[in-house]
């Protein structure tokens, strides 16, 4: 098989996914954007799930996990969101839009995009949560991973709301407000106990 045609043949899907979403979508017209036939569409795919199912799946792969060092904790959550949210593209957020309101939550494409969020954030989080602590600006006590879910929920949520991607103001106050908070607060409640021995 053409890797050009796998490639035009998932690259269709994805486009025809965000302007007809998931049950307006048909083989033959995935077939006719990537210039080919509906018999090799189905050789590689055995049904419209099982294609889109890959289509989500590379589209999820392209997105980013991790941010480079930025040299401060705050710079790196700022960092972070940032990524999470310029990657909501118009054309992504279609697609989840789509497929959430027409899919059963458990259909594999839902499944694909709800695990690759959650690596993402637990990735990006757990990477900037050791970077902080190795530089000392963290106890080396584990960091609520909850928080880690607060930015792909709040940024796909709007995105679903059709309200517009938060600007840098916006992302600024998540972590001056949130993110930085409840990360000092964190350490502040572990260390605790010592403090209160050592006064006792």
Do not use: C
Not at 14 to 32: N, P, W
Request: avoid cysteine; proline fraction near 7%.
């Amino acid at each position: 098989m053409s890797p050009e045609i796998d490639d035009a043949i998932l690259t269709s899907t994805i486009d025809a996914l965000s302007e007809v979403g998931f049950q307006g979508l048909s083989i033959a017209e995935v077939a006719r954007r990537a210039g080919s036939t509906t018999p090799a569409v189905y050789r590689r795919f055995a049904n419209k799930a099982e294609l889109v199912q890959a289509a989500v799946t590379r589209e999820m792969d392209g997105l980013p996990g991790d941010v480079a060092d930025q040299g401060t904790l705050r710079a790196d959550l700022l960092g972070w969101l940032t990524a999470i949210s310029q990657s909501l593209t118009p054309q992504r957020t279609r697609i989840l839009s789509g497929l959430l309101m027409a899919a059963d939550p458990e259909n594999a494409p839902i499944v694909d995009i709800r695990d690759h969020l959650r690596r993402m954030s637990h990735e990006g989080w757990t990477s900037i949560v050791r970077r902080a602590t190795s530089r000392g600006e963290l106890r080396a006590d584990p960091a609520p991973p909850d928080l880690s879910r607060i930015p792909g929920g709040l940024i796909v949520s709007r995105a679903l709301l059709l309200e517009p991607p938060m600007d840098v103001t916006e992302l600024e106050e998540l972590v001056d407000a949130v993110f930085l908070p409840a990360l000092m607060a964190a350490a502040t409640s572990t260390s605790a106990p010592e403090s209160t021995k050592e006064n006792s």
